[in-house]
């Protein structure tokens, strides 16, 4: 009596047609998600913008002067006080950069439209914001607190 053994190895028929079947989908899917610069772009605009008010906030508490956040459909700034005198007040210095210390914090990003429903926050010595506001950035919103300058991504 002679035994035979079967030592195929190897992928049947049926499985490499759902390899390919998977393949195809994740690639009609998934794969122009991942070369869409718009959302890059977004993503990148909406934290530097949430870290510049963010920064805005803590400026104003460490020095001790007045910064304003200014947002317009170019980009966002941050300036603050010429100097810190109560009798006059004039936000029209830029803040220094937090990281390379040039004059001139701001940041913009092209396709990625940058909204707000006030256009201007102005944030106090003590941190607290002189309105509600909130910042669109693409499709994905910024809130900030006026009670305590809290800034927040609110993307519902």
């Known amino acids: ?3 035979h053994k079967n030592n ?3 992928f049947t028929l049926v499985e490499l047609v ?20 718009s959302s890059f772009g977004e ?4 934290n530097d913008t949430l870290n510049a008010v963010r920064y805005s906030q803590k400026l104003a508490v460490a020095s001790g002067c007045s910064t304003q956040i200014s947002i317009s459909s170019n980009g966002y700034a941050v300036l603050r006080e010429n100097t810190c005198d109560s009798n006059s007040f004039s936000l029209t210095l830029p803040a220094r ?7 001139g914090f701001t940041g913009s990003q092209d396709n990625v439209l940058l909204t707000a429903t006030n256009p201007t926050t102005t944030f106090n010595a003590l941190g607290t914001a002189d309105a ?3 910042i ?4 994905r919103q910024i809130s900030i607190v006026a009670d305590t300058g ?3 991504d609110s993307t519902p």
């Open 1 to 3: 009596m002679m035994i």
């Open 8 to 10: 195929a190895s190897g």
């Open 150 to 152: 809290f800034s927040y």
């Open 132 to 134: 509600d506001n909130t």
């Open 97 to 103: 950069h937090p990281v390379t210390g040039e004059a």
């Open 18 to 37: 759902m390899v390919i079947v998977l393949l195809g989908i994740v690639s009609a899917i998934a794969l122009p998600r991942f070369f869409e610069r």
């Open 43 to 46: 993503h990148a605009l909406f």
């Open 136 to 139: 669109s950035v693409g499709s």
